[in-house]
């Protein structure tokens, strides 16, 4: 059985997580609330809070694979908490025994323009968000010895949380397909890749 550590166990983790457990995989999720603590212990996932900028239970890295779904939150006064967050998660990750990381980026990586960019694409991020997003990556990928798939998911709807309509382009992916993303992309242990998990709507 090959265990999975899940940092985030929110919006997409927790979903995710349970449809893990159905595919028979064991399941470490985390939370920052102790109050949701319950509800993963319930779902059959073992759990356990983690603050990245406290709060970091070693054992929650024992694991074969790590995935990232860690919220980049716009309320950050300053988005380079979100890259200290990753680099406290390196650290730990350098220590495991880890060997493979699913790391869900954003499409908000790349310019709000008309154009549909390819990750192999060269680009200028136009804001800072996106330059700390990007850092963020390749503090990732400098891990040694560690594959990493790094996906670059749309903004994520479900039946709960649909999106407003708008009249430009937008880079969307559902919640279930977000999800198919991330079981091919535990799939790939040795690939060192980077994929856009979103559709133009």
Known sequence: MKIISLLGCGHLGFPLAHDLLQKGYSVKGSTTMPSKLKRLKLAGI??????????????????????????????????????????????????????????????????????????????????????????CEGLLNELENISVVTIRLGGIYDAEHLIKKSTKPRRLVSNKDAIEHIHNAINKVGDNVCINGFTIL
Do not use: W
């Open 46 to 135: 073992i759990p356990y809070m983690i603050n990245c900028g406290k709060i970091m239970s070693s054992d929650f890295f024992e694991a074969d694979v790590l995935i990232l779904t860690l919220p980049y939150k716009k309320s950050f006064s300053d988005p380079n908490v979100y890259k200290d967050q990753i680099k406290r998660v390196c650290e730990k990750v350098k220590t495991s025994n880890i060997k493979h990381i699913v790391f869900t980026s954003s499409s908000s990586v790349y310019p709000k323009d008309d154009r549909i960019y390819l990750p192999s694409d060269n680009f200028i991020p136009t804001n800072l968000r996106a330059k700390v997003l990007l850092e």
